[in-house]
């Protein structure tokens, strides 16, 4: 198993720009959830789903938009980029009662 | 609103010292804790995890316990090595039902094991 996978792994983007961070997973696992890591805030929930259809917002969730079409995707669009979107991004799934995987990250910086 | 504190942020030892690491919470309704562990650079790796109704987990020199009631978790480490140099980072699943991957977390304590 590949685990979580979060491609790219680095992105410059200018303020104003869109894109699309990419997260799979291959071990069927039910949820899935986006975190952002900022120095002094530590990880913060941006949006998360527990199944394919069904999205929820988290604690940091302006800016940014999800759906998840199959169980092993969960893209994270950035709309409109500011640079207050500067920061490092975890994708993680899990299942059940049990552990919470985290993928690799991408690092977004917003010019 | 369930926050997770962890004290210090920042911990020096030398090499072979046994250590505990601390992680408080507000809110003793969770589901379930977490410990993780933060290389320089990159993702985390889930060392333990414990539910609630559980008071301890042990993995090799690694073990957890959780008191929901005092709203603290301890992470051990035996016989600490330069190798266990890195940010661990707990987390708690808020309520008492399951809420999916919800995970809230502390900012971390960097540990610097020294030779």
Redesign the interface.
């Known amino acids: 198993n590949a685990g979580v996978t979060q491609t790219p792994k680095f992105q410059v983007l200018k303020t104003g720009q869109s894109m699309t961070l990419q997260c799979a997973q291959d071990m069927n696992h039910e949820y899935m959830s986006w975190y952002r890591q900022d120095p002094g805030m530590g990880l913060r929930l941006i949006h998360y789903s527990v199944g394919a259809g069904i999205t929820d917002q988290g604690e940091v969730p302006n800016g940014y938009n999800v759906s998840r079409s199959t169980t092993e995707d969960f893209p994270l669009r950035l709309l409109s980029a500011a640079p207050s979107q500067t920061s490092v991004y975890f994708c993680a799934s899990g299942t059940g009662a049990y552990e919470q995987y985290f993928g690799p990250g991408t690092r977004l910086t917003v010019t | 609103k369930q926050e997770v504190t962890q004290i210090p942020a920042a911990l020096s030892v030398p090499e072979g010292e046994n250590l505990v690491l601390n992680c408080s919470f507000t809110d003793s309704a969770i589901?379930?804790l977490?410990w993780?562990r933060q290389d320089p650079g990159?993702?985390?790796?889930?060392l333990l995890?414990i539910?609630s109704s559980q008071r301890e987990q042990t993995s090799g020199r690694l073990n957890a316990s959780l008191d929901k009631s005092s709203g603290r978790s301890t992470l051990y480490i035996a016989a600490s090595q330069p190798g266990d140099s890195a940010t661990y980072?707990c987390?708690v699943r808020p309520g008492i039902y399951?809420?999916?991957?919800?995970?809230?977390?502390?900012?971390?304590t960097e540990l610097s094991v020294k030779p």
């Open positions: 589901y379930n977490q993780f990159k993702g985390l790796t889930s995890l539910q980072l987390a399951n809420q999916g991957g919800k995970l809230i977390f502390g900012q971390g």
